[in-house]
């Protein structure tokens, strides 16, 4: 049985992960351009398909029958290849953006929800929204209403983002601005990568629940996969994945005063994970072909702290990596949120008198007591959780997979 994901730009996929616990088939990225898509449809080798961008509608005239929920979507996401060749088109989105709500908490009924984009997917969430009780509008670049008239719908409640905006590698930049909805007490983004686009962080420093779009990614699995085999799969396989998905794909970012330990513990931690590690800092040096202390003598502070926000948006889009942080990554703003697209944060804290200061140019020049106190402040504000590194790396870092492995 061979099964795939066709697209036209795939990048980092995570679907060949999630089928290769759903099932005992193989599983191939087809990326096609749209003047192949008609020939691969006809004459590609393969059993059955998911269907992402930009191809949900195209595929439809493909198929020489559509499943009840297909139809009334207007969009397929699954198609399968009976024995005399044609091909069943199915929407599988359908099942996971409703289990997507429900897994989040949302409830919808008589509530404004703004679904932005008018594609395939937007269609598969108005049906799911207006099937359960909501007031859905579409925003789309030209229609009705469209991002030049949202202040219309400043009473909106939730908010869902079908569109590929915020979307790796294209990261850090939302479709509208949330400061506009007052009302508003629901983000969805059916984004999965990056985990935290800029809509969802802007959601969670408003405290207004989110929800990105793994869940669905994997619930929407799971249906086509019963599509492609002809047999039941429990929905509790869905949770399963999910999280052990979300644990394999999220980075552990260590940041913390200078010679905290952020290098060894995070050694420790790719021992016991699995994941590579990367020193930011050594990544910077890497990068711009010099070493740190030298940029500091040739070029000073500021022009540093920029190479450090760009070295960290680079490592910040990346997904499954240990990433240990130069201690002063905290004094610029804007590292936050690009460390948090995809990872949790842990601050390390150690006592002074333990810190190591050789070579590293700030901890010699200040000393280190007027350094934490401007810094800690910082550090709290980034870290999604706190660590005392005060035993050995290899226990600190279990301290931090405990916390991990206990996460909602």
């Known amino acids: 049985m061979k099964c795939g994901l066709l697209g036209r730009k795939l ?67 699954t198609v399968v290849r009976r024995p005399d060749g044609t091909l069943i088109g199915h929407n599988s989105d359908y099942f996971g953006f409703a289990a997507m709500l429900g897994y989040g908490g949302f409830s919808v009924s008589g509530k404004k929800v703004l679904v932005l984009g008018s594609g395939g997917a937007s ?31 400043a009473d909106a409640a939730i908010i869902v983002n079908s569109t590929p905006v915020g979307m790796y590698p294209n990261t850090g930049v939302s479709p509208i601005d949330l400061t506009h909805f007052p009302k508003l007490e629901g983000v969805l ?141 905290v004094t610029r703003r804007e590292n936050e949120d690009l460390l948090r697209q995809n990872g949790k944060i842990f601050y390390l804290q150690r006592p002074l008198s333990l810190l190591e200061t050789a070579g590293r140019p700030l901890s010699q020049r200040f000393r280190l007591e007027e350094m934490f106190a401007r810094r800690h402040p910082l550090y709290q504000q980034f870290a999604d959780y706190t660590v005392d590194n005060t035993g050995t790396p290899l226990e600190t870092a279990r301290k931090i997979m405990e916390i991990l492995e206990n996460e909602p």
Request: aromatic share 8%; charged share 20%.
């Open 11 to 77: 990048g980092h996929s995570y679907s060949p992960q999630i089928h290769s616990l759903l099932g005992d088939y193989s599983y191939t990225l087809f990326e096609k351009e749209p003047e192949k898509l008609e020939d691969f449809l006809k004459r590609g080798d393969f059993t059955g398909l998911n269907v992402t961008i930009p191809y949900k509608k195209a595929v439809i005239p493909y198929c020489s029958q559509l499943s009840d929920t297909a139809r009334t979507v207007g969009a397929v996401n």
């Open 189 to 329: 983004d059916l984004i999965y990568n990056p985990g935290m686009t800029r809509l969802l962080l802007d959601a969670q420093k408003r405290h207004i629940k989110y929800q990105n779009g793994l869940y669905m990614l994997v619930a929407q699995a799971k249906e086509s996969a019963q599509w492609f085999t002809g047999q039941n799969i429990s929905d509790d396989k869905i949770e399963n994945i999910y999280r052990k998905l979300r644990s394999e794909t999220e980075n552990i970012v260590l940041i913390g005063m200078p010679g905290c330990g952020k290098s060894t513990v995070g050694a420790a931690l790719s021992r016991i994970t699995g994941k590579p590690l990367l020193d930011a800092d050594r990544c910077l040096e890497d990068c711009f072909g010099r070493s740190i202390p030298e940029i500091f003598a040739t070029e000073g502070e500021s022009a540093f702290r920029r190479m450090e926000t760009q070295t960290l948006g680079s490592l910040g889009k990346g997904s499954g990596k240990i990433i240990a942080t130069g201690g002063g990554c």
């Open 123 to 153: 269609n598969t969430a108005v049906a799911v929204l207006n099937a359960q009780g909501a007031e859905t509008v579409v925003i789309s670049r030209t229609g009705e209403n469209n991002y030049q008239n949202l202040s219309r719908h």
